[in-house]
């Protein structure tokens, strides 16, 4: 009985000193509706330097909703809305008191409990916030979209890792007419199970390193000589993607097979025990790069493999990643659409062991790599480079190198170096989305 | 209807063009196509087939020959029937998918315009590249003329997609000897392939489809489970030995044409020395046992057909009692000194019956040169002095002499 | 599966929050929810506002009709179950009837403690559980009389408040020296009682009723040192008592006056389960089981009741006291311990010329609890801080400072680490 439903997203800390507009606006909007009150507020702790903006989660299962005495909270079963019936509302203030997120605000003097009800799908806050920092995450757009899961729960990556969690996303929205095809790599584990014993529920296959584009060819051409229409879809690493692949992945590309291509790219050859791969970025440790002696991890940049991609005007080139699901979603739903040839989506994905952090930081990592422009979110799509999701203000890259042991080694030089990759690359694509 | 259309005919035709006929006379579903001297003809005219609508496959051309073996991969997992062909450094640069499509046992058939072995290079004929994947799994078959490269070809479909050997098979020709050497070839009518190809449509074969998913190729597989692949493919090679003898003779019943299915044995019955030979070469060699004949040399020839698998029992039966055996190798093994087929021969000879043949080899024609007559005389007289209880060297390279 | 059949005694809060999570969980089993009063399920905390008039009893029900037939659920009203025959899984209604159950929630609430007052008993005073009560205080309600609440805590100053809305004068007896003293300070209720008090409402605290006098239509209290009050109505409202009839002879443990529950809410007999009011369970602070009869608690207690009855190995973190009062346009929270030992340090606000009071408790770096009088916060963030042990030692004093904007932002910080953690 899952059901997921769209929920309001406000960026963390962005908010200008003094700002208030979110509220003021939903008081006029409140107002407008004959009712009191603001769903949303700021706070502020200048001292802290603390300028944010709190409000309700539209919970799936609200506490809120189980504490009030009157039966006047409710959950709407097709939007998700958690709303309160003012005119049942006695005004005890127990909602207030049991809603862990401060998404109730309760007024004594009023004798009402006031929360935000999304302006019944389309807030206003969204689009008033100075520095775009209020959206509504389409958490239900995301979910509608989701086939059966084709993959047993649990798998024998790390604990944390974000590939299976990547894979299974993609799968779900990818569906059933799906042939999935992998390469010896992490992800295999899951692609292909062990031995005799598999977690999948389609069509799988584990390939040579050299040889999922062509095996992929083979597959679709087959089957479009039967006239039927099948998903081909490639999940693989970086090492297979970008360095002993790359000649038939571009190949394919050349060739413009009606084939789907991702490579997962955790930077490196993590399967054999983290050496570098042409997608290592500069800097970065690995144990055929390693920060000792004379040596301070990998002397050149990475292979800027999905600009290459798009340089064979393939169709639809993408890069991706599972911390921005919405983005994700729009790109995969972009490839799957095209018909008359390829695509290609190159995902960041977090090494735990190889990369250097803790179980539960992969969010973080990948979040920090958009942010800090490390890993743009970008499109190009039949001629034109478009960026996805437009980060604000770019943090310093150390923002990213340092939650990674892979960079701890790293000194201004060499940051100053790397930061330097960053801008080149991400002014290129910028560039690149004026000129297409 | 088209020019080229020679469906059913009697034409001049060189071993590239003939087995281009061969391939479309079997319809495949796939086609993937890298150039490569000398078999590159062969690919070119099946492009000229699908052009004037002779058939209708999915024509690929990969950027390189390892993913044309990767695309019959896919094609062949799902169900088709593929094809390409290829040579030397493309044999060897497809050594990955090559490896895989033998052991996934997908009934690709494959031919080889054989050519040396890099290095030094060389665009010449040779046998090296086809020989030296002597074990990688897959059947080889090598023919002696253009008529044969054609009829080799679909009778390794009948044999690959056999549901009790279902193995990729090579049909192996020497290059420019045969690829680019034209000679006098019938091209059998679509109807009488149809009809030979028929009993395939039934065959059992697991098909990767969306109805029944299935993983093939799997991480770590038990080692039971291992070796019992191990076994499975290879008592797969053992079947297809006497299966190919039985394609053969159901193919000589219905086109008229039989080369004795694993090996073709020549004037051998009365014979007291054999000359082994494999390959174009062959021609030549029979001319000389003829006229050793008249001669009256009782001397016979073993054309080796089927390398892989090992002729073993074939040979067995036609070497037994034989007084000497002179092989001639277009190859050569480093580790022995000596040919490939030297050491398959020396192999068999364990199982003779006593007193065993006096086994000789001949190592000739590398590096694109003639094996004339006169070298076959040569092997023969040789071969008979040995028999007769003189002195010989176990291994020559008569091309040196 | 087998279907499985949970039958779950009482329609309040505890009973309706499990139903919900059994059906979250289990779409299959069968679901029967017994109530012994013939409304739909209401609150008990809704009552006072009966009461005073602002809503109408229909405006406050749990759920309508449609809810059980869009859950599969039966709901059985009007119905009193009287024994719980544990052995053979079978539970007895009024009338004799039985039923069999696989699983059994009892979830029958609490009911008010009359406390042994001689005289009490001759005349007709009132205490508040039922709709039936609240409709018997409105008949009486008249303005210009008077009324007598015995009791100082939540519900007696909560009537009080009602009762001097409708005009009535109201005198509270409270036998502790201060109102409201389970749950707020000395200081705290000094301020409330200042409030009330400015309001109209006597409050008579350290003061014991000795004996009741009924006399034609008055009812006079006698108090201890002395003196006595007089009034038109009288009000008992000195506590509540878990309603545990329902398992006696039965052998399902009984302590601290309710039903002993483990961390999964299960009581000493097999598949049967207490929550709410009549449950005594777990105390976040002390790890030791008592009664905290609270609404949070009984939603909180019957989700974890649900979720085992299903068999979704789910455990009680333990309650903890908290409680909102509005009194004439004023709030106060407290949230965590009320009282601070010894070995805690405590931070105390007021704002000159308001009424407004916080006191901040914290034990080392974390938040033990909250008092805060006329201070705009989100207090279930607080509950969030405490619950969750949420470090708050560099923030003590924004805390005081900026109650609400410093626990919002620990609350967003500390959300952010529960998926995501830095550390190594
Ligand atoms: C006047 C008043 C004001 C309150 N104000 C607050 C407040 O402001 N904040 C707060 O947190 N809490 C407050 N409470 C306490 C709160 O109402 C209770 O904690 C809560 O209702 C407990 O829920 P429950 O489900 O355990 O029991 P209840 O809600 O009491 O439900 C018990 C149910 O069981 C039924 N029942 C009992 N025995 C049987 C039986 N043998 N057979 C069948 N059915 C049976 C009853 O009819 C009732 O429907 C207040 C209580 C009262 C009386
Ligand atoms: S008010 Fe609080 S508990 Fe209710 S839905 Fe919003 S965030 Fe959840
Ligand atoms: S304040 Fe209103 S909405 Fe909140 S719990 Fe009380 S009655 Fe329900």
Known sequence: METFFDTLKIEENICPPGCGVCREKCTQVQRSKGKNGSGIHEFHIPDLGVHMANTCNQCSEPVCLDACPSGSISKDEKDGIVRIDEKR??????????????????????KKAFKCDLCDGSPECVNVCPVKGISLMKARSIVGYFHEDPLLKGSSLCVGCPAETTLRFVLRVMGKDTFLFGAPGCATNVINGQGIKCMINIPSHMSNMTTVPSTMTGVKRYYRRLGKDVKCVAFVGDGCATDVGFQPLSGAAERNENIIFMCYDNEGYMNTGIQRSSTTPYGG??????????????????KNVPLIMAAHEIPYVATAVIGYPEDFLNKLLKAMAVKDGMSY????SPCILGWGYSIPASLEVIKAAVETNYFPLWEYERGKYRITYEVKNPKPITEYTKLLKKFAHLEKEEIDELQEIVNRRFNRIKRLTEAF | MSSIDLRGQIRVLDGNRAGAYGVLLCKPDVIASYPITPQTPLLETLYKFEA?????????????????????IGACAAGGRTFTATSSQGLSFMNDAYLLAAGNRFPIVMAIGMREQVSPHGVISGQQDAVLVKDHGWIQIYTESCQEILDSIIMAYRLAEDEDVLLPVNVCYEGFYLSHHSQRVEIPRQEEVDAFLAPLKGMNRLKWTLEEPMVFSSYTVPPELYTEYRYKMCMAHQRAKAKFDEIDREFAAKFGRSYGGQIEEYRTEDAEIIIVTMGCSTGTAKVVVDRKRDEGVKVGLVKIRMFRPSPKERLIKVLNGKKAIGVIDRNVCYAWNCGHNYIEIKTVLSDLDRPLPVLLDFIAGLGGADITDKHVEKVVERTIDAAKGKTYEPVTWLSLE | MKRKKHILIGAGTAALCALKQIRRLNREDEIKLVSMEDSLPYSPTALPYIISGKVGVSDTFLVSEGFFKKLKVEFLKNRKVERIYGENKEIVYDKGIREGYDSLLIATGSEPVVPDIPGLYEGEFLTIRGIKDAQALIEKVKEGNSAIILGAGLIGMHIAQCLSEKNMKVKVVESLPSILPAYFDKEASEIIRGIMEGKGIECLTGKKATRIEWKGGKVEVNLSEGGSVEGDLLVVAVGVKPRTEIVDGSGIKIENGGIAVDDRMRTSMDDVYAAGDVASAKAFFTGENGLNPILPNAAEQGRVAGSNMVGVDTVYEGWIPMNTFSYFGHTAISVGMPFSSEKDEVHVRKINGTDTYRKLIFREDRLMGVTFIDTEVNAGVFNYLIRKKVPVGEYKMSLLEFPRETSLYLMQQAEKKETISLEE
Not at chain 1, 285 to 302: D, I, L, N, Q, V
Not at chain 1, 345 to 348: E, N, S
Not at chain 2, 58 to 71: C, H, L
Request: hydrophobic letters at 30%; aromatic letters at 6%.
């Open chain 1, 89 to 110: 509302c006695l005004g005890c203030g127990l909602c207030n008191l049991v809603c862990p997120y401060g998404g109730i605000d309760y007024r004594a003097d009023e």
């Open chain 2, 52 to 72: 004037e609508g002779l058939f209708d496959p999915e024509m690929v051309e990969p950027e390189g020959e390892n993913s044309a073996m990767g695309t019959l």
């Open chain 1, 285 to 302: 440790w690995t144990t055929t790069t390693p920060a000792m002696g004379r040596r301070k991890g990998k002397k050149m940049a990475s």
């Open chain 1, 345 to 348: 989506i190159h995902i960041l």
